[in-house]
């Protein structure tokens, strides 16, 4: 049987790094499932996150508006709408909205991950 959620009972975290945004959409507690976890995140003007990395799970990202740089261990990588991108497992990276508009993805992780690890563990 399909199970529907609506938007507005997703789950919210908000960072206490910066004022990026993040919507659960795919999660273990919601959909009972651990193959798969799926997040909406949106950067705000100048947001940036701390480096990390997943010993354990695929990371992709789908971007759907604005302009964003995606940081990985050796390069800076310019993404727009439309453009999918794959971290693998242990590649440490973290974004940055340099822009003053909205930067906005979905990303996906497979399988969900069992933990992330923080480059600087203050950082969490």
């Known amino acids: 049987m399909a199970k529907v959620v609506s938007f507005s009972d997703l789950p919210r975290l908000h960072s206490t790094r910066d004022s990026r945004d993040r919507i659960d959409l795919v ?39 604005g302009r964003g740089v995606l ?34 993805f979905i990303e996906l992780w497979v399988p969900a991950p069992s933990d992330t690890v923080w480059i600087k563990p203050d950082d969490i």
């Open 27 to 65: 999660t273990e507690e919601i959909f009972g499932t651990t193959a798969l976890k799926a997040d909406r995140i949106t950067y705000h003007p100048g947001d940036t996150a701390a480096a990390h990395y997943h010993r354990d799970c695929k990371h992709f990202f789908f971007v759907m508006e």
């Open 71 to 104: 940081h990985t261990d050796d390069e800076a990588i310019d993404l727009g709408p439309g453009d999918v991108v794959l971290v693998n497992e242990n590649e440490v990276h973290w974004f940055e909205n340099p822009t003053e508009a909205e930067f906005s």
